[in-house]
Every structure is written in structure tokens, then in C-alpha cells.
């Protein structure tokens, strides 16, 4: 997609949901869409695909039946799946066009203009574990990708020793960019609930696209984040919580564990990835129930 060709396309997006936010707001829930509109809208400009000849509506065809999308969700609706792509294709063009959309995106005017990158996320488009964080740090910022500085690190690992690579997973943060911290040259900050409600809405839609078996949320503020405020991630860690139909293990943020040490606490976050293991139908070994028991 050459560039001009891919700001016309982000342009026409952003025209579309913007007409979709009015109508929302005056009360329309559903709007028709064609199969086919449909299709070309979960692929980016230069990457959608036409069907085969024998399967494309000759001139005279009878017009495909009209499916019923919703109008785009504010955070808390209910996710509608009826669109989501089922193949692994179809998912991976979706996701494309959902990062054009949110490569773009500048609702958080401040995050916007301190940001090097936007942090989309990553991994397998069709993958039945994903992991939702909080935000990007600094080298994800520099980078564009979740996870990869030394709580990423620690994460990569925690995703191997289950058994899986990073490639497998679905990695994912709520808010796609990094926090800004005016006048400190280092450090981070927790996002605030309005940035995060602005935000959410994109991690609704990887959700629905990729269709994870099962959501890790690593921390109290990706808990918080997915479910509002809950009793903190002491209390809530280790126990399944369902956040749109989709089962969600809350466990310790790994910059917790790289902050503390002890044994203890990486056995509890251990226990909690093997019940995830174990849900997943993933092979619990011995030698699995056996890490952390003692140093
Ligand atoms: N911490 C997070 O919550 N997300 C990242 O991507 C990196 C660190």
C-alpha cells in the first residue's frame, strides 16, 4: 500500500466511525452491512482479497443478504462475535486494519504528542491465550511492541517454561501508548481511568477478532482496566473471572516479581498459569508442579 494510497484509507475509516459514533449517539444500535462491505472493511486498502471468480455475484445475482453489525461499542457493551472473522486469514486482515486505525489514532492528544510509537500488540492472530498488560514502557515505546524491556523479558519466559513460544500467544496492553511523564526524563505512570476508557475499546476489538480461550491479566490495573475497580490484584489473583464470555486469569504484573523475589510469590504466579495450562489442555508435567516449591 503506497502512502497516499493508506492515508485515504485511514481518512475514509476514520469518516466511518466517526458517522457511526453520530448515529450511536442518536440512539441507532445496528446499522445493515453487506457480506461483502464487510469483508473489504476487515481488510486494509491493498490487501483485501477478492473472491474467486466462481464465488464473486455475477451482474444479474440476486444481492447477498445483509448481516447486522453493531455500531461501533463504548467500552462495557457486550462484544458481537456474529462478525468476527473465524480463519486465521480473515483475523490476521482484521487485525491489520484495526492497527492502521489505532496507528492513527490521536483521542489522547497528550499521548499522542509524546509518543515515538504506537503499541498495537502482537502474536498469533488466531492464538487461545492472549496476555493483556497495562501500558508501554519506554523501550516499548521505542520499539512498538509490547512486553520487550525486562518485565517483557521475564514474560517471554513465564510463556516458555507453559510450554509456548511468544509467537503462539497474544500479547496486548490496555492502552496502546505510553503514559507521558512530563518534566521526568525517566520512570512510569499508572494510566488514568479516562485514558483507559478511551483506549479500551481497541482492546475490545482484538478480543473480538482473535476470540482467545482464555485472557491472562497481568496486575491490578490490567484487572482494572478489563473490569473497573476490583478488590486489588492480592485478592483477585489465582481466581477466574470472565470479562465478555471469555474466561480471564488475573495474576501478579512479572515488574512485580522482577521487584520481589521471593519464591512465594513466583510459585503464586506459577500456580496461576497452570491452571491456565490446565484449561487450555496444555501437559501439567511434574516436573511443571514442581518449579518454585523450593529454591
Ligand atoms: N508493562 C506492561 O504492562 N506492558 C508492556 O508492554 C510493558 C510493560
Redesign the pocket.
Known amino acids: 500500500m503506497n502512502n497516499s494510497a493508506g492515508n485515504s484509507y485511514v481518512e475514509l475509516l476514520e469518516a466511518t466511525i466517526k458517522h457511526l459514533e453520530e448515529l450511536r449517539e442518536k440512539g441507532v444500535k445496528f446499522v445493515p452491512v453487506t457480506q461483502q462491505t464487510l469483508a473489504a472493511l476487515f481488510a486494509p486498502a491493498g490487501l483485501a482479497r477478492r473472491a474467486p471468480a466462481a464465488q464473486r455475484p455475477s451482474q444479474a445475482a440476486v444481492p447477498p443478504p445483509k448481516a447486522v453489525v453493531p455500531v461501533a461499542r463504548p467500552a462495557g457493551m457486550l462484544i458481537d462475535t456474529s462478525a468476527a472473522p473465524a480463519d486465521f486469514e480473515g483475523k490476521q486482515a482484521a487485525l491489520e486494519a484495526l492497527r492502521q486505525r489505532v496507528l492513527a489514532c490521536r483521542k489522547c492528544q497528550h499521548l499522542a504528542e509524546s509518543r515515538r510509537n504506537v503499541?498495537f500488540g502482537v502474536g498469533n492472530p488466531a492464538a487461545r491465550l492472549m496476555f493483556v498488560?497495562?501500558?508501554?514502557?519506554a523501550?516499548?515505546d521505542e520499539q512498538g511492541e509490547?512486553?520487550?524491556?525486562k518485565?517483557?523479558q521475564l514474560l517471554t519466559k513465564i510463556i516458555q517454561t507453559m510450554g509456548l513460544r511468544r509467537e503462539d500467544v497474544y500479547?496486548a496492553?490496555i492502552l496502546k501508548c505510553r503514559p507521558d511523564t512530563p518534566g521526568q526524563a525517566t520512570g512510569n505512570r499508572k494510566p488514568t481511568p479516562t485514558e483507559m476508557t478511551t483506549c479500551l475499546p481497541y482492546l475490545l476489538e482484538q478480543i473480538k477478532i482473535i476470540r482467545p480461550e482464555i485472557i491472562v491479566a497481568?496486575?491490578g490495573?490490567?484487572v482494572e482496566g478489563l473490569f473497573g475497580k476490583t478488590q486489588g490484584i492480592t485478592k483477585v489473583r489465582g481466581q477466574w473471572m470472565e470479562f465478555q464470555g471469555v474466561p480471564v486469569m488475573p495474576t501478579y504484573?512479572?515488574?512485580y516479581l522482577l521487584r520481589n523475589q521471593s519464591l512465594l510469590e513466583k510459585r503464586k504466579v506459577w500456580e496461576d498459569m497452570m491452571q491456565v495450562m490446565e484449561r487450555l489442555g496444555l501437559p501439567v508435567t511434574e516436573k511443571h508442579r514442581g518449579y518454585f516449591l523450593k529454591g
Open positions: 503499541v498488560g497495562e501500558a508501554p514502557g523501550e516499548e509490547p512486553f520487550v524491556g518485565a517483557g500479547i496492553n497481568l496486575g490495573t490490567a504484573h512479572p515488574a
